[in-house]
């Protein structure tokens, strides 16, 4: 088994395809965590917009979460009928594209590919970071944990989606089970006791509060609030992933994730407000996550509030995860609708798309280290994206349907109507509350991203366009060509071109370059008697040697020159240059060459112009040298 | 005129070379400014280690320069010598090669190049360092002045010798006539006073004896002076670039040279006594070079102190331009006799050799950035690859006068056989002295340069020996080529290769590589109509389709195998790959594509085997598209 085997699995044939799709319960894995993975910085994030507010706080959260908890089933309906539409996948990208336009399309692409970006850096740090809270020994290797964590995923990934989807099932089932428990325990607790439970450790004490509750105030936490809902959009995009019935199976996952995130925060919500559990502030000591909170009052410290944590851990830093499965995924649709380089498109040897996976954990990477592994300040950027993605989708189903002539076509259109009014109120919300603090950059990079897809493909509409081929070989144009062979003297490398070129044409020209006359004196005698009498004698056209001076001791522009000359005189012939070239057995040995046959190639490629072909003849050096002469003379 | 030609002057045809050979007074300039410059730092390095004898350290400093100067007459006499024996240059290199052989010759190029590279770092940063003493703002842009000194000096030798020997007179005279006024004047009061002359600013008083004077000390005192005398070989290396009679020119820029750097150290060492003047602890603040304050005691803080301050300053930091006109020459040499490549032979548009200018640049641009432009650790390691050099070059001449049948051989044995045994004398005091210090470095570094130049010279040689045409053209084999031409489909890129294909040869073979059926029937369909149809009805032989299907996806191994296989079927015929390539107007526009040509290329050239040639059609996308078609589908 070779190390690539063993690393990333042997490779699979293309007929083996089939075998590689998921089910509801991998699904859950592969697309869930990050949606699921919000429910524990979501509340988090709005609670912390709260705490000038002190205990006048906890009243709100219950409602902006009821709020949150409301938009994400307006969302999940409304991607529901969204993969019913689009059974082949339907991301944003391609919604808004087939509904809205190529542009509408290119800007939704890009806010998702923004959107997924900053979801690896930011969940891995952040799950990093947490896992330094519990073990402090970690703290001065930070980005090298982040890093060591991107890689696993990146080559997991590599390895292909199913079993990606089952190396996560453990981390994403600890998670729901355990918080679930501890929500389900604590909302017991909560109504056995008419909703005055007595914590089993009390959380820290609230802040007195410094704010009245201000409009302003509360519209900025439900911002925050929003990052739970990141996400949510995964399944619709991966729809191809699943086994047949897909449809079925995907709206089951979409289903699943949406009932537990909408159950986690819902949850939090009530908890939060009846145990008085407020957010902390994270850079002062004895931080505890809101999380980490609740589960201390309901169940105490022992082996369910560890398993919590753990849980909540493991989902954080594997969130990036579903940006694994769709960013390649968007790529290729980019790539086959001519947006991205086709290489995004190739089915990499495990048939996942590696070349976007390979991008996103580069990028992710280069984030991960200009921020030294914390990433924090990029979480007020994250939402932008997610939230652009979904108005446009929305949008788009909107205007599916009101062209469709299905029944159901109505009561759709008023769905995805209220979806793309409700996520486009969130997303201005969004806009407005975090401008200043970051969202503008998210702004900037979506509008960059969407200019260079319209630039990638314009160059390759053009393309296609100029090579496409309506005609048929035009079969007249074939006298044959006129070859030109640049060599430094008479050796076997420039023999070899010559009896090259001597098959494929009968006028060949030898082009010497020189700058001593008695150098180039003994060569006109040498190819007299051992090239032109042999090819003579043989009844052939002898090759002819022309002899450039070089005052200024340039090599290329004289030989440059001379075939410019020779194309003007016979401007219906081709010119071939045949091109020696040594091949080397061994790498450094290349650095003892001055690259020049590679130098002519690419000089006479960019400024030959039409009618002009390069022929290499390569001359090995591999064959042993005759014995008893292996090194220069002492 | 161009950028270039402002830069570095414009190109000088072969022709001209005669106009740029020199004379003695630039050659003092050009050859000498290494071994002038360190007559400032040979006596305050032997100083220095006087340091712990007190006032009983200046009583032997004179006998220490005494005895060097004596080496530094040896030295003279016979580098005179070879110079009138090795007109066409006699550096150590030749002499040791052509006299004791080739191994024998690399180490003393090895010695000289390492030599002149620490001579280029120390040199600059010596004389940064002295400038920093005078303006301490220049103390936090250290590396920064010390590359723009490496830059213009590097610019400068591009320019060519001779305008670099002018560029040089300035400094080199300025501190040859100030530090000499100095001298004479202080010598002048040292007689009149007999003896006991009154200093203008009294030296600071030196301070206590730590130790008595031992052997070991003095040794090692003379060990560090001797690095006075680095920089004497350069003009043996250098005869051809005088003007003739160039071995009278070049033994009298020697004699120049010798005589005043022996007046100096004589000079330096009277004075150190008669004025009680020891070296300072550079680290330590107040510090005063030797040479400062011999002129602030014989002629005060007046304007002769600064221009001989200056002067210093100045030959230290251009000393450099030495290495610069030997290095190149020295790599040249070795490019000739096929121990370096051929490109340090090529003469640049000024006719010097850049590409061993640009080296050596880099090479000490390196050193600095390692050191941060602060090099004084690297001083005790520079006087071994000088005296390394004389040693070769001096054991070299011995068995060349002892060959020799002309008249003054036998003394010229004598003088040169003194030569040898002093230099391998002062060498194994360096090197004993310093070998924990440093000097096990350059040990390690001459060695090891030494074994590349082996290694690569057989490389050359091998590579000679193997492409050496002793025979004729051989005019038999040749039937035509099969041509391979690998497609994607059926466009004007593959129309273009057929074309050509057509014209070379009759078998010709399109390959595409395919995954799916459909799209193998329709080319199969296309390539029917519009290639084998229209080339029967023109009598033609039509080119074959050959689908290649790949189940894991790759597109170059199943047509490499393909080609072996051709290959093996027709042992006889040469496999022409005609592989078409895009050639693009815009840098940028090469990112969007797969290099799949040039890897395609690559992997040929490198695994395919004898009997293949590969051909390139390039297709130009210069050509405008038709108006009103400009971007892709919206």
Chains 1, 2 share one sequence.
């Not at 099932?169 to 056995?192: D, H, R």
């Not at 004895?286 to 980490?292: A, D, E, L, P, T």
Request: with cysteine; glycine share 8%.
């Amino acid at each position: 088994m070779s190390f690539l085997d063993a690393l990333l699995g042997r490779r699979l044939a293309t007929s083996e395809a089939g075998t590689e799709r998921i089910k509801p319960t991998t699904g859950v894995a592969t697309l869930g965590l990050d949606a699921l993975g919000s429910s524990s910085y979501g509340p988090e994030a709005a609670l912390t917009i709260l705490i000038p507010l002190g205990m006048a706080g906890l009243s709100r959260i219950q409602a902006i979460l009821w709020v949150i908890t409301g938009l994400l089933l307006v969302l999940f309906v409304s991607y529901r009928q969204t993969i019913a539409a689009y059974p082949t996948g339907g991301g944003s990208y391609t919604v808004a594209k087939e509904n809205l336009g190529m542009h509408a399309g290119l800007l939704a692409a890009s806010s998702l590919l923004v959107d997924y970006i900053l979801v690896v850096a930011v969940g891995i740090s952040a799950g990093i970071g947490a896992l330094e809270s519990a073990f402090p020994l970690l703290q001065h290797h930070t980005l090298e944990a982040c890093l060591i964590v991107l890689l696993i995923i990146t080559l997991a990934n590599l390895r292909g989606v199913r079993q990606s989807g089952l190396l996560w099932l453990l981390p994403t089932y600890l998670f729901v089970a355990s918080l679930g428990l501890v929500l389900a325990v604590g909302l017991m607790k909560s109504l056995l006791s008419g909703g005055h439970p007595v914590a089993v450790e009390a959380p820290p004490p609230l802040p007195a509060a410094t704010m009245v509750p201000t409009a302003w105030l509360l519209i900025r936490a439900f911002a925050s609030g929003c990052t739970a809902m990141t996400g949510v959009e995964a399944v619709s995009n991966a729809v191809p992933i699943f086994q047949e019935p897909r449809v079925v199976h995907a709206q089951r996952t979409l289903f699943i994730i949406c009932l537990l995130l909408g159950l986690f925060l819902l949850g939090i919500g009530h908890l939060s407000y009846v145990y008085k559990i407020g957010a902390m502030n994270q850079q002062q000591p004895g931080y505890q996550s809101v999380i980490s909170q609740i589960a201390a009052a309901t169940v105490g410290h022992g082996t369910l509030y560890y398993l919590c944590i753990a849980g909540t851990l493991a989902v954080l830093s594997l969130s990036a995860n579903t940006s694994f499965s769709d960013f390649p995924r968007l790529c290729r649709l980019l790539a086959e609708d001519g947006y991205l380089p086709p290489s995004f498109a190739n089915l990499g040897r495990r048939l996942v798309y590696s070349e976007g996976i390979v991008v996103l954990s580069f990028i992710s990477a280069i984030l991960l280290v200009i921020f030294d592994g914390i990433t924090d300040r990029l979480i007020p950027l994250f939402a932008v994206g997610a939230f652009s993605a979904f108005t446009f989708s929305e949008t788009g189903m909107m205007m599916y349907w009101k062209k469709s002539r299905e029944k159901r076509a109505r009561t759709a259109f008023f769905v995805n109507g209220l979806g793309a009014l409700t996520t486009a109120l969130a997303l201005a919300t969004i806009l407005v509350t975090k401008f200043i603090e970051g969202a503008w950059i998210t702004v900037l990079l979506i509008g960059g991203l969407g200019a260079l897809f319209l630039i990638i493909g314009r160059h390759y509409h053009r393309l296609r366009r100029k090579i496409e081929m309506e005609g048929k070989l035009r079969v007249g144009w074939s006298s044959p060509p006129i070859v030109v062979v640049p060599i430094g003297g008479w050796d076997r490398v420039s023999n070899r071109a010559l009896l090259f070129s001597m098959q494929i044409a009968r006028d060949i020209i030898a082009v010497n370059i020189s700058n001593d006359e008695p150098t180039a004196a003994r060569l006109r005698a040498v190819w007299k008697e051992k090239v032109e009498q042999p090819a003579i004698d043989a009844g052939l056209q002898p090759p002819k040697l022309e002899i450039i001076h070089s005052p200024y001791r340039e090599l290329f522009i004289p030989l440059l020159e001379f075939i410019r000359e020779m194309k003007k005189r016979h401007p219906d012939r081709t010119i071939a240059v045949v091109i020696p070239e040594l091949v080397h057995p061994r790498w450094w040995e290349y650095l003892l060459h001055n690259y020049s046959a590679a130098a002519l190639k690419t000089l006479l490629l960019t400024e030959g112009g039409d009618g002009i072909v390069l022929i290499s003849t390569p001359w090995y050096l591999r064959e042993p040298l005759p014995r008893g002469d292996a090194g220069p003379p002492k």
